[in-house]
């Protein structure tokens, strides 16, 4: 009986310590408030591992929120989503490591729910610096989804856990076609240990 408890102990702890290594937690801090969210590198690992080395070599110095996209700033797009969109912006290519290989919602299961965080892309493999956060649950950016005519969806690797209402409150904020006319400013992203 006691060795059954003591083996039950240890897989527990085992499944804990498993757990532990299976997330990884950022904060984006914002003039608004922090946004915290959890990261998948056993489901995503090449898009994960892309997001942290930005993080770990300081190379999201400059980072911010610059593009809002609402069912009202959309008017010609017959799949309309519902983002913030944040990086380095798309003249900042000199800062950015190569492009990743793209990975799939099919592949990796994370689909784009509320608070998704998923990477920005033109073609597959050509995600770097930037990346998006779901408002609401965003299907059409998922593997066969419609928004993006190759079908091949958007990289999503991680959630936010806190701090929605500051991503709904800079989805709210005054754009020009969706660019913000004043961007957020990240001034750090950090691990959470």
């Known amino acids: 009986m006691r060795k ?3 083996l039950v102990i240890a897989v527990y702890l085992f499944s804990c310590s498993t ?3 299976q997330l990884v937690k950022i904060e984006m801090k914002t003039k608004y408030g922090s946004i915290i969210a959890e990261l998948y590198p056993e489901k995503a690992p090449v898009t994960c591992a892309n997001f942290i080395k930005y993080i770990k070599d300081n190379k999201f110095e400059g980072l911010n929120f ?5 069912m009202d700033n ?5 799949v309309k989503i519902e983002v913030i969109q944040g990086g380095l912006g798309v003249d900042e290519d000199e800062y950015s490591y190569p492009p990743i290989p793209h990975e799939t919602t099919q592949k990796t299961g994370v689909l784009h729910k509320d608070g998704v965080i998923s990477m920005a892309r033109l073609e597959p493999g050509t995600a770097s610096s930037e990346f998006f956060i779901c408002i609401g649950d965003q299907p059409e950016l998922d593997f ?3 928004r993006n005519p190759d079908g091949q969806g958007f990289a999503a690797f991680g959630k936010v856990i806190q701090g929605m209402d500051v991503v709904k409150q800079i989805q709210h904020l005054q754009d020009n ?3 913000l006319i004043n961007k957020v400013e990240i001034p750090f992203i950090r691990i959470l240990e």
Do not use: E
């Open 177 to 179: 076609s969706q660019s």
């Open 74 to 78: 959309q008017p010609n797009k017959k």
């Open 144 to 146: 066969g989804g419609a």
């Open 66 to 70: 610059y593009m809002v996209v609402r």
């Open 19 to 21: 757990q532990k290594q």
């Open 4 to 6: 059954a408890f003591l």
